[in-house]
């Protein structure tokens, strides 16, 4: 009996043992899962949220028991749902292992969050699917960058493209004012300097703030050359800040490059006015610029809307929160933005 004894206090220690183990394991198990820096939840076979870690549920801003109310279905972005929804199927038909996908869920806001989602299925053991497992990876700001990266390269690629027409037209005007063809080539080469700096403003982004002023000399000096008398500007002293600078720097360099092109830098005898204004107090301080040109001929309104128009019409204006609007009338063409004031100028 004693042996028996024995054997069975043996066994019964050798499995507490392992349930011991077993039990630091599923706890360690826990922490890590509710400690990673990526959501992970389990979603069921309605597609709601059985479990979520701590991620999941920042990155989405809902807290866990909110999210156990919503399905992963309805928090999808409608662009990406079929895709998501045949990948799923494909997923628990066995047609695949696992897959990735980037899509946008909406958050507890109501704004979306790109995301990368990487799903595989939890089977029971008779193998049927019991549940998903999803790990969901924010990558909002890549996609963000990505996007500016696409404008960026559209935006130079459209500089490329007009650079051929702001040339010819800078050798149409320039060429019978010049005496020499040493003049020729030097006030030429002057202003596709100037061009280039335009360019590099693109390019840095507007990392720092500027002189409202200095920014509007700065953008006209490549199609201005030494005549400053086709221009007259006029405003309050304003700095910008950086996302302003950028904006007004591409809405600047398109109507300067236009009115050479087809404006009033394409004749003699036209000129533009610039004017730009603080509006109100307070918190609904306002800012209002205006572009005018009187042409020495008429302008004839383009028959479509191209990359150059929208970047008046609303990529500039979005980039400071604002509005514009673009007319062509009897006496020329204008342009005029209006936008918080608190988004283009330096906080004092």
């Known amino acids: 009996m004693g ?48 479990y979520a870690n ?22 999808t972005h409608p662009d990406e749902l079929p895709e998501d929804a045949d990948r799923v199927l494909k997923l628990l038909a066995g047609d695949l292992k696992h897959y990735a996908i980037d899509k946008r869920l909406r958050r507890s806001d109501g704004s979306y969050v790109w ?33 500016e990266n696409a404008f960026l390269i559209q935006e130079l690629a459209h500089r490329s493209r007009n650079l051929l027409s702001v040339i010819s037209s ?8 010049c005496q020499s063809v040493e003049e020729f080539q030097e006030r030429l080469l002057d202003r596709l300097h100037a061009i280039s700096g335009s360019n590099n403003l693109l390019l840095s982004g507007g990392r720092e703030g500027a002189p409202l002023s200095a920014l509007v000399h ?65 918190s609904d301080a306002a800012f209002r610029f205006v572009w ?27 980039g400071v929160g604002g509005r514009a609007t673009r007319l062509f009338n009897e006496d020329g063409f204008v342009w005029t933005l209006e936008a918080p004031l608190a988004s283009i100028q330096v906080p004092a």
Not at 120 to 141: C, F, R, S, T
């Open 292 to 318: 005018r040109e009187f042409p020495a001929k008429a302008i004839t309104p383009p028959s479509r809307i191209g990359f150059g128009a929208s970047v008046l019409e609303s990529v500039a204006p979005m």
């Open 218 to 282: 700065g953008q006209l000096e490549a199609f201005l050359g030494g005549d400053r008398s086709l221009v007259v500007y006029d405003g309050p002293a304003l700095t910008v800040n950086a996302r302003a600078a950028h904006s007004l720097g591409m809405a600047l360099y398109e109507l300067a490059s236009n009115a050479l092109k087809y404006g009033a830098f394409s004749h003699p005898g036209g000129r533009i006015e610039i004017k730009w204004a603080k509006e109100g107090s307070g």
């Open 3 to 50: 042996i028996k004894a024995d054997i069975a206090e043996a066994g019964e220690a050798s499995i507490n043992e392992k349930s011991s183990r077993l039990g630091r394991s599923v706890a360690a198990h826990g922490l890590a899962f509710e400690n990673a820096t990526v959501g992970i939840g389990h979603i069921s076979m309605t597609g709601h949220w059985q």
């Open 170 to 177: 800078l050798t149409s005007l320039l060429a019978p004012t």
């Open 54 to 75: 701590g991620a999941l549920a920042r990155i989405l801003g809902y807290s866990v028991a909110e999210l156990a109310e919503l399905t992963c279905q309805e928090m």
């Open 115 to 147: 995301t990368r989602k990487t799903l595989v299925v939890k089977h029971k053991e008779n193998g049927y699917p019991e549940y998903l497992i999803a790990v969901i990876e924010d990558i909002d700001q890549r996609k963000q960058s990505e996007a």
